[in-house]
C-alpha cells in the first residue's frame, strides 16, 4: 500500500549521480532550479538564465577602475605583451569592454557577433542592447596566461551625471551582471590622484553582494614617498568603509604593476611581497573555479527561492476583480513588511532578501496579475538540491581537486619572479648565501663558537639542555625553537656540535630578523663537513 509514495520519498533522498562538477551543476541547473526560476519570472528581476558556457567557461578576472589608473596596463604587464584593441594613456582610453581571451591567432571579435556564440559565455548580454553591444568586443590571443584565465577590462569610470548619462546603457548593471559570472573582481586605484567618484561609488555598491570576489590594488604606489603611501591607503581604506559596509577589510595590495623602472624605488621590498601576494591570488583562481561555480548556484538558489516567496505574496494579497491598481501600490509601500512576514514564516536570513529599494522599483513596471501563486512542489525540489545533490558535489570538487595536477596560472609576468635570482625573497633569510662557494654560517661562527664553549660541551657536543639555555634567550616561542632545533640537529643525536650550534643561532638570526623558516634545511645551510652524509 502507498508503493508510490515510498518510491517517491526513496527518489527524492537519493541524490543525482554526476560524472563531473561541471555536469553535475549543468544538470541540477537546468532540472531543478530553472523551472523555479522561470514560474515566478526571477530573470526579469536579477538575473538572465545561466547557459551551458556559463559552467564551462575558464575563470575570469574583471578589473574595474576610474579613468587613468592602470587596468590595461595592468593586464599589459600579466600578459607581458600587447593585445588586439588595446589603448593606453593619461586620458580615458578604453571606452569599451574588452574580453581578452585565449585565441589561436590575433584578432577582435566584436559585440554583436560574441553574443550569439554559444560557446562564449556573454549570450545574455544582449539584453543591454546596441548602445552597449557597440561599445563590447573580445579581444583574442595566444598567451599561456589565457591558457587558465580570461580577463574583463572596463571602460574608465568618470565623475559626473553627464558623463553617467552618455553612455547610452545602464554601466553599474553591466558590472553587476559581470560580478555574478567573474571569480574575481580587482578594483584599481591611483595612489597618486585618490578620488572615488559619485560613479565609481554607485558601481561598488552594485557589486554588494560580491564582496568575497572583491580585492582592491592601490596602483601607481611608486611615486609618492613612504609617509605619504601611509597617508593615501589610510585614506583608501576610509573611504572603503564607508561604501563597503561590511566588518571585513577587503584585502588591498599596493604596488606599481607595470614594466618601468621604479620612481622611488624606497619600498621595493613591499611592492614585491604584495605583487607575489596578488600573483599567488591569480594563480589559485583555477584550481577554485570548480568550487566557485558551485557557491555562486546556492547563492542564486537561496535567491530564487526568496523571490518566489516575495512574487507568490504579492499574488496572494491581490484582489481578484477591483481595486488592483490601489492595492498594488499599496503592496509596493509596504514591501519591507512583506519580507519581515516572509522572513518570520520562513525563517529566511535578512541577507538572502533582494535590495528593497530596488525591488520596489521593479514592481512597479509589472503586471501582478500576471504573477503565479506559491507551488511547494518547485520550491521542494530546490531544497532537496540544496540539502542533497550539493553535497554530493562538494565531494566531486575534493576529488577532482585530488585527481587532476595542480592547476595554476603560468606564463607573463607569473613566470618572471617564479625561479632564480629575481624571485621574491631570493637570497633572503633562509636562502642567504645560496649562490656563495663559502658556508654562510661561517661568518659568525667564531661569535658563536665562544657561546659553545662556555657550555660545557662533551666530547665536542652539548646536550639539549644546555643548548636551550641559550636558545631560550631569544625568547621565541618554544614551538619556533623546536622546529630550529630539528633543523638544527642534523645527525639526530639529540646533541649538537660546534657547527649544528651555530647553524640553530643562524636559523634563530634569521627568524628573529622577521623570515619564515624553512620546512627543510637547505642544500647551502647544511655544515660543510656533513653535506655527504645528508646526500
Given at each position: 500500500?502507498?508503493s508510490?509514495?515510498?518510491?517517491?520519498?526513496?527518489?527524492?533522498?537519493d541524490?543525482?549521480?554526476f560524472?563531473?562538477?561541471?555536469d553535475g551543476?549543468?544538470?541540477?541547473?537546468?532540472?531543478?532550479?530553472?523551472p523555479?526560476?522561470?514560474h515566478?519570472?526571477f530573470?526579469?528581476?536579477?538575473?538572465?538564465a545561466?547557459e551551458?558556457?556559463?559552467f564551462d567557461?575558464?575563470?575570469?578576472?574583471l578589473?574595474?577602475?576610474?579613468?587613468s589608473?592602470g587596468?590595461?596596463?595592468?593586464?599589459?604587464?600579466?600578459?607581458e605583451q600587447?593585445?588586439?584593441?588595446?589603448r593606453?594613456?593619461p586620458e580615458?582610453?578604453?571606452?569599451?569592454f574588452?574580453?581578452?581571451?585565449?585565441?589561436?591567432?590575433?584578432?577582435?571579435?566584436?559585440?554583436?557577433?560574441l553574443?550569439?556564440?554559444p560557446?562564449?559565455?556573454f549570450?545574455?548580454l544582449?539584453?543591454?542592447?546596441?548602445a552597449?553591444?557597440n561599445?563590447?568586443?573580445?579581444?583574442?590571443?595566444?598567451?599561456?596566461?589565457?591558457?587558465?584565465?580570461?580577463?574583463i577590462?572596463?571602460?574608465?569610470?568618470l565623475?559626473?551625471?553627464?558623463?553617467?548619462?552618455?553612455?547610452?546603457y545602464?554601466f553599474?548593471?553591466v558590472?553587476?551582471?559581470?560580478?555574478e559570472?567573474?571569480?574575481?573582481?580587482?578594483?584599481?586605484?591611483d595612489?597618486h590622484?585618490?578620488?572615488?567618484?559619485?560613479?565609481?561609488?554607485e558601481?561598488?555598491?552594485?557589486l554588494?553582494?560580491?564582496?568575497d570576489?572583491?580585492?582592491?590594488?592601490?596602483?601607481?604606489a611608486d611615486?609618492?614617498?613612504?609617509?605619504q603611501?601611509?597617508?593615501?591607503?589610510?585614506?583608501?581604506?576610509?573611504?572603503?568603509?564607508?561604501?563597503?559596509?561590511?566588518?571585513?577589510?577587503?584585502?588591498?595590495?599596493?604596488?606599481?604593476?607595470w614594466?618601468?623602472?621604479?620612481l622611488?624605488?624606497?619600498n621595493?621590498?613591499?611592492?614585491?611581497?604584495?605583487e607575489?601576494?596578488?600573483?599567488?591570488?591569480?594563480?589559485s583562481?583555477?584550481r577554485?573555479?570548480?568550487?566557485?561555480?558551485?557557491?555562486?548556484l546556492?547563492k542564486?538558489?537561496?535567491?530564487?527561492?526568496?523571490?518566489?516567496y516575495?512574487?507568490s505574496?504579492?499574488?496572494?494579497e491581490?484582489?481578484s476583480m477591483?481595486?488592483?491598481?490601489?492595492?498594488?501600490?499599496?503592496?509596493?509601500?509596504?514591501l519591507a513588511?512583506?519580507?519581515?512576514?516572509?522572513?518570520?514564516?520562513?525563517?529566511?536570513?535578512?541577507?538572502d532578501?533582494?535590495?528593497?529599494?530596488?525591488?520596489?522599483?521593479?514592481?512597479?513596471a509589472?503586471?501582478f496579475?500576471?504573477?503565479?501563486?506559491?507551488?511547494?512542489?518547485?520550491?521542494?525540489?530546490v531544497?532537496?538540491?540544496?540539502?542533497?545533490?550539493?553535497a554530493q558535489?562538494m565531494?566531486?570538487?575534493?576529488q577532482e581537486?585530488?585527481?587532476?595536477?595542480?592547476?595554476?596560472v603560468?606564463g607573463g609576468?607569473?613566470e618572471?619572479t617564479?625561479?632564480?635570482?629575481?624571485?621574491?625573497?631570493?637570497?633572503?633569510?633562509?636562502?642567504?648565501?645560496?649562490?656563495?662557494?663559502?658556508?654562510?654560517?661561517?661568518?659568525?661562527k667564531?661569535?658563536?663558537?665562544e657561546i659553545?664553549?662556555t657550555?660545557?660541551?662533551?666530547?665536542?657536543?652539548?646536550?639539549?639542555?644546555n643548548?636551550?639555555?641559550?636558545?631560550?634567550?631569544?625568547?621565541l616561542?618554544n614551538s619556533?625553537?623546536?622546529?630550529?632545533?630539528?633543523l638544527a640537529?642534523i645527525?639526530?643525536?639529540g646533541?649538537?656540535d660546534?657547527?649544528?650550534?651555530?647553524l640553530?643561532?643562524?636559523l634563530?638570526?634569521?627568524?628573529l630578523?622577521?623570515h619564515?623558516?624553512?620546512?627543510?634545511?637547505p642544500?647551502?645551510l647544511?655544515?660543510?663537513?656533513?653535506?655527504?652524509?645528508t646526500?
Amino acid at each position: 500500500m502507498f508503493s508510490w509514495l515510498r518510491s517517491d520519498d526513496r527518489r527524492r533522498k537519493d541524490p543525482e549521480v554526476f560524472q563531473t562538477v561541471s555536469d553535475g551543476l549543468k544538470k541540477l541547473y537546468r532540472t531543478k532550479l530553472l523551472p523555479l526560476e522561470e514560474h515566478y519570472r526571477f530573470h526579469e528581476f536579477h538575473s538572465p538564465a545561466l547557459e551551458d558556457a556559463d559552467f564551462d567557461n575558464k575563470p575570469m578576472v574583471l578589473l574595474v577602475g576610474q579613468y587613468s589608473t592602470g587596468k590595461t596596463t595592468f593586464i599589459r604587464y600579466l600578459l607581458e605583451q600587447d593585445f588586439p584593441g588595446m589603448r593606453i594613456g593619461p586620458e580615458p582610453t578604453t571606452d569599451s569592454f574588452i574580453a581578452v581571451m585565449q585565441g589561436e591567432m590575433e584578432g577582435i571579435i566584436p559585440g554583436n557577433a560574441l553574443v550569439v556564440d554559444p560557446k562564449k559565455p556573454f549570450r545574455k548580454l544582449n539584453a543591454f542592447g546596441n548602445a552597449f553591444l557597440n561599445r563590447f568586443v573580445c579581444a583574442q590571443l595566444p598567451n599561456p596566461v589565457l591558457e587558465s584565465i580570461s580577463v574583463i577590462d572596463t571602460p574608465g569610470i568618470l565623475s559626473g551625471e553627464k558623463q553617467r548619462i552618455s553612455r547610452g546603457y545602464d554601466f553599474a548593471a553591466v558590472l553587476e551582471w559581470f560580478a555574478e559570472r567573474v571569480d574575481r573582481i580587482i578594483l584599481l586605484f591611483d595612489a597618486h590622484k585618490l578620488d572615488i567618484s559619485d560613479e565609481f561609488s554607485e558601481v561598488i555598491k552594485a557589486l554588494k553582494n560580491h564582496e568575497d570576489k572583491m580585492r582592491v590594488v592601490l596602483n601607481k604606489a611608486d611615486q609618492i614617498e613612504t609617509q605619504q603611501l601611509m597617508r593615501v591607503y589610510g585614506a583608501l581604506m576610509w573611504s572603503l568603509g564607508k561604501i563597503v559596509n561590511t566588518p571585513e577589510v577587503i584585502r588591498v595590495y599596493i604596488g606599481s604593476f607595470w614594466s618601468h623602472p621604479l620612481l622611488i624605488p624606497d619600498n621595493r621590498k613591499l611592492f614585491e611581497a604584495e605583487e607575489q601576494d596578488l600573483f599567488r591570488d591569480i594563480q589559485s583562481l583555477p584550481r577554485n573555479a570548480a568550487l566557485r561555480k558551485l557557491n555562486d548556484l546556492i547563492k542564486r538558489a537561496r535567491l530564487a527561492k526568496v523571490h518566489a516567496y516575495i512574487i507568490s505574496s504579492l499574488k496572494k494579497e491581490m484582489p481578484s476583480m477591483f481595486g488592483k491598481d490601489n492595492k498594488k501600490k499599496e503592496l509596493v509601500n509596504n514591501l519591507a513588511e512583506i519580507y519581515g512576514q516572509i522572513e518570520r514564516e520562513h525563517q529566511i536570513s535578512p541577507g538572502d532578501f533582494p535590495a528593497l529599494k530596488r525591488m520596489q522599483d521593479q514592481l512597479q513596471a509589472q503586471d501582478f496579475s500576471k504573477f503565479q501563486p506559491l507551488k511547494s512542489k518547485l520550491l521542494e525540489v530546490v531544497d532537496d538540491m540544496l540539502a542533497h545533490d550539493i553535497a554530493q558535489l562538494m565531494v566531486l570538487v575534493r576529488q577532482e581537486e585530488t585527481q587532476r595536477p595542480a592547476q595554476i596560472v603560468k606564463g607573463g609576468a607569473f613566470e618572471g619572479t617564479l625561479h632564480g635570482p629575481f624571485g621574491h625573497g631570493y637570497g633572503e633569510g633562509a636562502g642567504e648565501g645560496i649562490d656563495d662557494a663559502e658556508w654562510v654560517v661561517a661568518r659568525d661562527k667564531p661569535m658563536y663558537d665562544e657561546i659553545f664553549y662556555t657550555l660545557s660541551p662533551v666530547d665536542g657536543k652539548i646536550t639539549g639542555a644546555n643548548a636551550k639555555k641559550e636558545m631560550v634567550r631569544s625568547k621565541l616561542p618554544n614551538s619556533v625553537l623546536g622546529k630550529i632545533w630539528k633543523l638544527a640537529d642534523i645527525d639526530k643525536d639529540g646533541m649538537l656540535d660546534d657547527e649544528e650550534f651555530a647553524l640553530a643561532n643562524h636559523l634563530i638570526k634569521v627568524k628573529l630578523e622577521g623570515h619564515e623558516l624553512p620546512n627543510e634545511l637547505p642544500a647551502h645551510l647544511v655544515p660543510p663537513s656533513k653535506r655527504k652524509a645528508t646526500e
